[in-house]
């Protein structure tokens, strides 16, 4: 895969292992083919025979992790993740919601200064089906294939690629940015990637109401010549204004934000837009 986003057999590990969460998907990860390693906690308590170290410096020098899983409490994510760029980590996947937005801001700065990719702040994970997954996408909806993903819900995303998978497409790279308002990668950020990667035919965007992602990612599919189709659901047609979503970016400012003009700008990026999952599945499987 080109930019090596994360290589299949990286060495992983997971900060708060040793929690109730920790331990759940630490265990689910490796029985999915995930190279755990070890992880980190201030309590050494046994995970599946796995090494819990003290600090993720430590974890590092041990067992060579290049990425980590943080399965800690929200206000401990902050912390999470300066310890592991400081540790030299460089993929860090945060699964918890409710992360403090000026917490995330100070993360997407240390993330960027470092060169390092956050996935978060909140997250389901990333996956390459068949290989490995960072999070806890359900291994149902997880197959193999050439279609790359990128979600802002999980929920919604679970459904689709479920769908997918059982009309025989999988996934070649699946990517959940996640709803928050300050994130460490969005879908343009993505784009390049994808573009590049040669086991990706076409790519799949979950996105919904709120914020200027997708139209931010229409314009990036301009400007880079995107030459791979796209397909795009955009979910919230049917919801009332004044109404609080379950993600904290859907916001909606003036014109900007709204179901339409989301799928104005996709549309005329050259991607296939779609408000109903059983449309947007049939399309990408004719």
């Known amino acids: 895969m080109p930019d090596a986003f994360i290589a299949p057999d ?24 995930t190279r755990i ?49 400081d540790a030299g980590i460089r993929t860090i996947v945060t699964i918890t919601e ?4 000026h917490d995330a801001v100070r993360a997407r700065e240390a993330v960027r200064a470092a060169d390092a990719r956050w996935i978060g702040a909140s997250t389901p994970g990333i996956a390459i089906p068949g290989k490995m997954k ?10 193999p294939g ?13 459904e689709v690629n479920h769908r997918l998978v059982e009309r025989g497409l999988g996934q070649s790279l699946w990517v959940g940015v996640g709803g928050d308002p300050v994130k460490g990668t969005r879908f343009a950020d993505m784009l390049p990637f994808y573009a590049a990667d040669p086991d990706t035919d076409a790519l799949v965007i979950i996105g919904e109401i709120g914020g200027d992602e997708e139209e931010e990612l229409a314009a990036a599919l301009t400007a880079q010549h995107f030459g791979k189709p796209v397909f795009a659901l955009v979910a919230g ?22 179901v339409a003009s989301k799928t104005e700008a996709l549309r005329e990026a050259g991607a296939r837009v779609f408000t109903r999952i059983q449309d947007l599945v049939d399309a990408v499987a004719a």
Do not use: N, W
């Open 10 to 33: 990286a060495h992983v590990i997971v900060q708060g292992m040793t929690g109730r969460a920790g331990r759940t998907h630490t265990l689910a990860m490796r029985d999915y083919g």
């Open 37 to 85: 390693v070890g992880g980190v906690s201030p309590r050494a308590e046994d995970v599946g025979g796995l090494p819990v170290f003290r600090d993720c410096v430590e974890a590092v020098a041990a067992t060579g992790a290049v990425a980590s899983v943080a399965i800690v409490p929200p206000l401990a994510v902050l912390p999470a993740i300066l310890e592991a760029i």
């Open 98 to 101: 409710g992360m403090p937005i």
């Open 134 to 143: 960072l999070g806890f996408l359900p291994d149902v909806s997880l197959s």
């Open 146 to 158: 050439r279609l790359g993903v990128m979600a802002k819900s999980g929920t919604l995303s679970y």
């Open 237 to 258: 047609q049917a919801a009332r204004e004044g109404v609080t979503m379950g993600h904290a970016g859907a916001l909606i400012h003036g014109s900007t934000g709204t």
